[in-house]
């Protein structure tokens, strides 16, 4: 749809808001309303700054400081809610072991992979696992197994093994073009090697939806944390692919309005899965009336 009056806003065709990030925070609001008691968030539970205040708002406590270890050991009591990105099945243990309540909030689309990552490490084959370095999505994945070989998205490196059976996972939401280029060199090195893309569907769509920039497009805008992964790759593609416009990341409306825009040019607006529309609808509305 386009916005007629003074600046022209096109927003992409999917944005914002996945099906995980849903799940995820219905499900903090269905504990908290369930349980009497200190609800506890081990770090994010998902990468959005404004939904975290929210959730503290609201009462969660968010626990940040040391590992993840020493933030359930220092808990007293009360309920822990995993995040969305999945965690490392021993911290469950660690909940029992002290006596906590613990719930999962981790997306089903992040639980499959585990299991299947989970099914191959069991049938004693050899497993590489792409993703971001200390991200909670990754590290959740390598805690399965210590013999999982990590690749490293911003710097790829194949390790040498010795197996036949060789599976390839990755993080739900890395860039698809990078994940192709990963798979070429994979596949030099190992032409049978079984590639699983883990790229989940709403990333896939958000990152798709990039296509729908034409020529007259002046600004990406790309709403969103910079912590959050598929936000930074949304604009990551859009640099790729569009060399000629500005890509912008904003994840506020006071960012937004610090920017100064030729205001006769057009914008594609586009957010990361975990953008909410309170951040996104003001910006859009913003900037539309900007003259
Ligand atoms: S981006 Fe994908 S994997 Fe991550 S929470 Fe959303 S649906 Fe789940």
Redesign the pocket.
């Known amino acids: 749809m386009w916005y007629n009056q003074n600046m022209e806003v096109k927003k992409a065709s999917i944005y914002g808001f996945?099906?995980?990030?849903k799940?995820?925070l219905n499900y903090v609001a269905k504990v908290k309303n369930e349980i009497d008691g200190d609800i506890f968030l081990l770090g994010n539970l998902?990468h959005n700054k404004n939904i975290m205040d929210e959730l503290q708002k609201n009462g969660i406590k968010v626990l940040t400081k040391s590992t993840l270890e020493d933030r359930i050991n220092s808990i007293e009591k009360g309920t822990v809610i995993f995040s969305?990105?999945g965690h490392d099945p021993k911290l469950e243990k660690l909940c029992e072991k002290k006596g906590l309540n613990f719930k999962d909030a981790t997306?089903?689309?992040?639980i499959k992979n585990m299991q299947e990552i989970n099914k191959a490490i069991k049938n004693k084959e050899e497993v590489f696992y792409i993703g971001i370095k200390n991200h909670e999505?990754s590290n959740a994945a390598l805690s399965l197994n210590k013999n999982i070989h990590f690749i490293d998205y911003q710097n790829p490196i194949i390790e040498d093994v010795n197996k036949n059976k060789v599976h390839v996972f990755n993080q739900?939401?890395l860039s698809h073009l990078a994940l192709e280029d990963i798979y070429q060199k994979i596949q030099k090195k190992y032409p049978q090697a079984i590639l699983h893309n883990d790229i989940?569907?709403?990333?896939y769509l958000r990152q798709k939806a990039l296509d729908e920039i034409k020529e007259d497009i002046f600004y990406v805008i790309v709403l969103g944390d910079e912590t959050s992964s598929?936000t930074k790759r949304l604009k990551e593609i859009a640099e790729t692919k569009y060399k000629d416009k500005i890509v912008l990341l904003f994840s506020t409306l006071d960012e937004v309005k610090k920017y100064k825009f030729d205001c006769s040019k057009k914008i594609f607006l586009t957010a990361g899965?975990?953008t909410p529309d309170s951040i996104i609808n003001p910006i859009a509305e913003y900037l539309k009336n900007l003259n």
Do not use: D, Q
């Open positions: 996945c099906e995980g990030v799940y995820a998902l969305a990105h997306c089903p689309r992040v999505e739900t939401t989940c569907h709403a990333t598929n899965a975990s």
